[in-house]
């Protein structure tokens, strides 16, 4: 079974500094995509950023970037320049791969509580 | 264009009365998706539909839960009688198909509250 670890359940950043969110993550399959959802105070799951497990770069997206560091299984979201807006539950999840037989539902991580400072 | 939406936007309820949760799917996207999220946690899936496929049904916590789905449309997550470890947010998404890269797309959720 697949397992989504995230260490850190609160994080505090100065708005205008760059942030780093640690997910790690189990999975015996060879292929898999990694995801990063925002959930503000508002409870929408707004989709951030993807990396496909064959990936050879790096995701990005405007502000924010996947740390994929597929021999030590951990994929941190990387958020430049915070903003006040930025506050919100930051969850990793993982998909499971099309061999597996399964539905292909998300597993999610326990998330990180971010808060930017003004 | 139109997202994933989701009716009653909260819901309470006394404990032991059934509730019927309702998601609109995004217009063309063949998978649906059914997660709970119990308050400070992640979401756990609970079904899953593709198509005119059978439902996944695997992530369904007890034979009180269960939905329906009519073709790729409208898909109704219905609670028997409903327990307070029930209470949570109910969310849920779709997607197009099975690829890879294809993110799921997550409905406003409902906020269920038992009494």
């Known amino acids: 079974a697949q397992k989504i670890t995230q260490t850190q359940p609160g994080m505090f950043v100065q708005e205008k500094e760059a942030v780093t969110l640690d997910c790690t993550y189990d999975t015996s399959d060879q292929s898999y995509g990694l995801f990063w959802y925002k959930q503000p105070s508002s409870g929408e799951m707004i989709f951030l950023i993807y990396q496909g497990s064959y990936d050879e770069q790096n995701a990005t997206e405007g502000r924010y970037s996947l740390n994929f560091q597929k021999a030590r299984k951990s994929a941190n979201l990387v958020i430049s320049a915070s903003q006040l807006g930025d506050s919100a539950m930051y969850f990793c999840a993982m998909r499971e791969p099309i061999s597996s037989g399964s539905a292909r539902q998300l597993t999610f991580g326990s998330g990180t509580q971010l808060t930017v400072l003004p | ?115």
């Open chain 2, 1 to 115: 264009g139109a997202g994933v939406s989701q009716s009653p936007s909260n819901k309470v309820t006394e404990k032991g009365k059934d509730v019927e949760l309702r998601c609109d799917p995004i217009s063309g996207h063949t998978a649906l998706y059914w997660y709970r999220q119990r308050l400070g946690q992640g979401l756990e899936f609970l079904i899953y539909f593709q198509g005119n496929s059978a439902p996944d049904k695997s992530g369904l916590p007890s034979d009180r839960f269960s939905a329906e789905r009519t073709g790729e449309s409208v898909s109704t997550l219905t609670i028997q009688r409903t327990q307070q470890e029930d209470s949570a947010v109910y969310l849920c998404a779709s997607s197009l198909a099975w690829r890879e890269r294809l993110r799921q797309y997550f409905g406003p959720g409902t906020r269920l509250t038992v009494l």
